[in-house]
Structures are given as structure tokens and as C-alpha cells.
């Protein structure tokens, strides 16, 4: 009888071709550190898109309000103001940036953003989200001149994604607890043209 030596050693190569116990085990445990290292960046990552998302809505509502102040009369700027009374001044928005009303049914659930605005005149404090609390406003100065120029315009807008009881729409923005939560934006505006 005669022995095929070819069959032999290919079966032979056959049994040899598989990885070890230990093979499997190593790359099992580099794999599991691999996934726990990528699974503990995830919620960095995940706080990261948040705050940036926050970001942009927050730039888009400040815009708006910016374009729809500039857009009005000039003489009509300070009905804006969160203190004239009118109910302008404090505004709700949904999470992607578009304002809401009081009166929606599901009011609760899309609210998402609160926005105040500040359009100052001469003596008013400014918001304490800012910084100067105690200080009141002297108007917008030009370089060499020694009153506030009457064509120029301070607009704050103070933005919050809290949602809390305890905020109360305006007066939440005063309180020093959720100081830290507000996002300030400063922006001075110009009268443009006539008044019509």
C-alpha cells in the first residue's frame, strides 16, 4: 500500500492554518479595549455636537431679532425692549431656531429657547448676564465726540435653553442662579435711510 505524502502534508498544513487559543484571546481583549476607549468618547462627543447645535440656533434667533429691530422704524426700536411692556421684548423658540407663541397647545414641549431683548436708553441698568448690573447705560460713544450718536443703537439679546419653573420667563435672566446658562450677544445697529 502506498502512501499518497502530497495528501499527507496538506492535511497536515490544514490543521496547522488555525489560530491558537491564545491568538483568539489577545485579539479579543485589544478589541475590547478598543470599544471601551470609543464607547468612554462617546459622551464628550455627543455634549460637544450638543453645545454646538445650542451655538448656532442661539446665533440664528440673534440674527432675526438683529434683522427685524433694524428693519423697523427707528423711532419704534425701543418697543423691543423686554421693559417697554408690549410683550416683544421676551420670546420663545423651538429647537430649531423659529419663534413660538404663548398660546400653542403643545406650548410645553417645543419650547426650547427663551429670548430677552434689551434695547437701552441713556440711564437704564444694563443686564446682569453682562456683567454690569450696577452700571447704567450712557448710550453708544463714536471716537471724539462726547454724547452717545443718535444713529446708533445697543441691542442685547439674552439667550437661555433653560426649562425650569423657577425661571419665569424675564425674570429668570436676573436671577443669579441661572446666570451661568445665558448667552449674551451685543451688537450695536444704525439707522438706515428714512423713517416710513
Given amino acids: 500500500m502506498k502512501v499518497d505524502t ?3 502534508n496538506s492535511q497536515n498544513k490544514m490543521r496547522n492554518a488555525g489560530f491558537s487559543l491564545i491568538e483568539v484571546t489577545i485579539s479579543i481583549a485589544i478589541t475590547a ?3 471601551v476607549s470609543l464607547m468612554g468618547m462617546l ?17 440664528r434667533i440673534h440674527q432675526q431679532v438683529l434683522s427685524e429691530i433694524q428693519l423697523a422704524s427707528w423711532p419704534a426700536r425701543y418697543k423691543y425692549d423686554y421693559r417697554s411692556g408690549g410683550g416683544a421684548g421676551v ?3 423651538d429647537d430649531q431656531g423659529i419663534q413660538i407663541e404663548d398660546s400653542d397647545t403643545d406650548f410645553d414641549l417645543i419650547h426650547v429657547y ?16 453682562i456683567g454690569e448690573s450696577a452700571s ?5 460713544f463714536v471716537p471724539a465726540a462726547t454724547d452717545a450718536d443718535p444713529n446708533l443703537q445697543l441691542v442685547i439679546v439674552e439667550i437661555t435653553s433653560v426649562i425650569d419653573d423657577a425661571f419665569k ?16 450677544f451685543q451688537a450695536t445697529i444704525t439707522k438706515m435711510g428714512r423713517d416710513f
Avoid: C, H
Fill in 6 to 8: 502530497k495528501a499527507k
Fill in 33 to 35: 479595549v478598543a470599544l
Fill in 43 to 59: 459622551p464628550a462627543g455627543m455634549k460637544t455636537m450638543r453645545e454646538a447645535a445650542d451655538r448656532a440656533v442661539e446665533t
Fill in 91 to 93: 420670546r420663545f423658540y
Fill in 114 to 129: 427663551t429670548a430677552r431683548i434689551n434695547v437701552p436708553t441713556k440711564g437704564q441698568k444694563l443686564p446682569k448676564s
Fill in 136 to 140: 447704567t447705560y450712557s448710550g453708544v
Fill in 169 to 184: 420667563k424675564a425674570s429668570g435672566f436676573d436671577d443669579d442662579k441661572f446666570l451661568k446658562t445665558i448667552r449674551t
